[in-house]
């Protein structure tokens, strides 16, 4: 996960201070915390932050802490941006090759 340090650059477990990419959002949940005398046992539920994914057809919910949902939030607009830009490669691949496949059978 990624973590803010006192001198406020960003940077993952690994000590990495590359651009974070995260699949994923960033969902708000209103959450109760168990106390017996708190406001939430009675109805007006805290708000929590977790990063969802999918995975193996499952949902997986992981706690963000609230001082790092925006670097998170970037994070998974991130890899969005680059899984668009994945899928524009793709597609302008295929056309390529198809192109290629007229043109070698034009030639034989």
Do not use: D
Request: with cysteine.
């Amino acid at each position: 996960m990624l973590s803010v340090y006192g001198n406020g650059r960003r940077q993952n477990k690994n000590g990495n201070s590359a651009i974070k990419i995260l699949p994923g959002f960033i969902a708000r949940v209103r959450v109760r915390c168990g106390k017996a005398n708190c406001r939430c046992t009675f109805g007006a539920r805290h708000i929590a932050y977790y990063r969802v994914t999918y995975s193996q057809g499952f949902r997986v919910r992981e706690y963000v802490r609230r001082n790092e949902v925006e670097a998170v939030r970037a994070a998974c607009e991130a890899h969005r941006a680059l899984q668009a830009q994945l899928r524009e490669g793709r597609a302008e691949y295929k056309e390529m090759l198809a192109e290629a496949r007229k043109f070698v059978k034009l030639l034989a």
